[in-house]
């Protein structure tokens, strides 16, 4: 393992205040218990706080910001946070107006999460983001997993909850946006959980992980390579096939955003070429994509792949899309 | 049950834990994202540590600030399940008079009825239930026959192994594993090792003359 680290066990301390110091203008960091809040409190709003395990960098902390997150509390790497962290995090950002949690639908968040809601004071809510479509049968799953499409739920509940609306109403949009996303991975390499030395699964060289999490978790599928084509051609079947399951057809929601995820060690070019290959076939099947974004928005550590995520838009979410934000990994209108 | 047991059993989970680093990585490794040993070492750690805080309470709150000590320590599934298991284990205990084994038993299935609770999970699922719930049954089922407390430790030793290695068979549907389906069978699941190994830890302390 070649990282940069000065001793393991500091690294999420070491990270994090890097964070902090580079977005000091943003964010306010507090490490005992863990967590980040926004730099100026907002008032009378529904708070939106978030976190997760970290080694998905910039989810959550790097959303922290006007028109989004009021607080993250990050986990160890690739475990979720804990109970005192949300409990502190809340007692710092609510402002009258009932705290929203947005969590990732994994065993370890949901519970922890429900743990805080439980012990919280405040009137509260939480959404589970579900957006991967690559668990295929739910019978055998406590559900599917979140993944890239929780940015565009924090971005699209954060704008709301900007407008003054109440907590049901904040609730309301984020299951709805949930709802309106599908995602699907694809691993080329392993990553590697820094205190473990070593890569958390065995891939070939001329070896793909279809369908793989943002923790390396092995996904539905072991596959040959292939050309980009073949392979994005797959993911954007799934996608479609899932959208006709959830009976959100494709008549009804023409408009969609495209969004193409990084896992940590995929260059911008490779991006940019499965952006190219995606925007065409969804065109093909009648999709228009009127929004983009391409980037390292949600990633796993190290791994090499990507994951390509389709929101269906409305007017309703397209607004809340396109509104101003200003945090450390998403600016823009302001 | 003595506060001082608790605190030598914990000593003793701790260095189960360290010696199985590599078991329990490669477990976890296999089905799940490779956390486990990470988690486990560190929520031992922090209960090591607050050893001489946990001296001068009763068994009682002793094993309740186990468990809040693990909910703000461990995180991911792990932290939240085994907080509920100490927490609600202490709570039975103090709810019920004398000292007997069945006492211990009881509070041991309540621990046990958190997890299934909180997980929202059950037997067979190939989850660390796969050994709670056949351990927890079988103290249960000996300490109602009044059997000896070495009869009893060598049992649950041997009821956990059973339950661990029938997870090896079993398809995951709740937690990381649950994603990959069939694929999971074949590897026995971490945390039901875990569960399997802090159990033979504590009664094989017990068993020492």
Redesign the interface.
């Known amino acids: 393992m070649k990282k940069f680290v000065n001793k393991i066990d500091d690294i999420l301390v070491e990270s994090l205040s890097g964070f902090g110091a580079a977005h000091a203008d943003l964010v306010s960091l507090h490490l005992d218990p863990t967590f980040a809040v926004r730099k100026n409190k907002a008032t009378n709003k529904v708070a939106i706080i978030s976190g997760g395990g970290s080694g998905h960098e910039p989810l959550h902390a790097g959303y922290i910001g006007y028109g989004m997150l009021d607080a993250a509390c990050p986990g160890h790497v690739f475990t979720s946070p804990t109970p005192d962290q949300m409990l502190a995090a809340a007692e710092l950002v609510h402002a009258n107006q009932g705290i929203l949690f947005i969590v990732k639908n994994y065993a370890g968040d949901v519970m922890n999460f429900e743990m805080a809601a439980e012990m919280l004071a405040f009137e509260n809510a939480t959404v589970y983001t579900s957006d991967d479509c690559a668990v295929v049968n739910s019978t055998y799953t406590t559900g599917r997993r979140g993944v890239a499409g929780t940015v565009i739920v924090e971005k699209c509940v954060g704008s709301l909850a900007e407008t003054g609306a109440n907590l049901q109403a904040c609730k309301a949009l984020g299951d709805k946006v949930n709802q309106h996303i599908s995602s699907i991975g694809i691993a080329l390499t392993s990553c590697t959980v820094p205190a473990a030395g070593r890569p958390t699964f065995d891939i070939g060289e001329t070896e793909i992980e279809m369908g793989v999490g943002i923790h390396g978790e092995p996904g539905r599928r072991r596959e040959a390579m292939r050309e980009a084509d073949a392979i994005i051609t797959d993911c954007v079947d799934a996608i479609l096939a899932d959208f006709k399951a959830k009976n959100l057809t494709i008549e009804q929601n023409n408009e969609a955003l495209l969004l193409i995820n990084g896992f940590g060690a995929t260059p911008l070019m490779e991006l940019y070429l499965i952006y190219n290959v995606a925007a065409k076939l969804f065109k093909h099947h009648g999709i228009n994509i009127s929004r983009s974004l391409v980037g390292n928005y949600t990633t796993a550590l190290d791994m090499a792949g990507a994951s390509v995520t389709l929101c269906l838009l409305d007017d309703e979410i397209k607004q809340h899309w396109d509104s101003p934000v200003h945090t450390a990994a998403l600016r823009w209108g302001c | 049950m003595k506060t001082a047991i608790i605190i030598n059993a914990s000593h003793e989970i701790q260095r189960t834990i360290l010696a199985n680093e590599d078991t329990l990585?490669s477990l976890d490794?296999a089905?799940?994202?490779?956390?486990h040993?990470?988690?486990m070492k560190?929520g031992a750690q922090a209960i090591v540590e607050i050893e001489t805080e946990l001296a001068v309470l009763s068994p009682e709150a002793a094993l309740n600030k186990i468990g809040l000590k693990l909910?703000?320590?461990?995180?991911?599934?792990?932290?939240?399940?085994l907080?509920s298991f100490f927490i609600s284990m202490g709570k039975a205990l103090q709810s019920y008079e004398g000292e007997s084994h069945l006492k211990i038993a009881t509070a041991f299935a309540a621990g046990v009825q958190a997890i299934i609770q909180?997980?929202?999970a059950n037997l067979g699922e190939k989850t660390m239930l796969d050994v709670l719930i056949p351990v927890s049954n079988q103290f249960l089922l000996l300490a109602q026959q009044n059997k000896d407390t070495s009869v009893i430790c060598e049992h649950l030793i041997a009821t956990a192994e059973q339950g661990m290695l029938a997870t090896k068979d079993l398809?995951?549907?709740?937690?990381?594993?649950?994603?990959?389906?069939e694929?999971a069978i074949g590897h026995i699941d971490p945390g039901a090792k875990s569960c399997q190994l802090m159990i033979a830890s504590v009664c094989n302390l017990i068993l020492k003359p």
């Open positions: 990585e490794r089905i799940g994202d490779g956390d040993y990470i988690n560190r909910l703000s320590t461990i995180g991911g599934a792990s932290g939240p399940l907080a909180r997980g929202k398809i995951a549907t709740k937690g990381r594993a649950a994603g990959l389906g694929r």
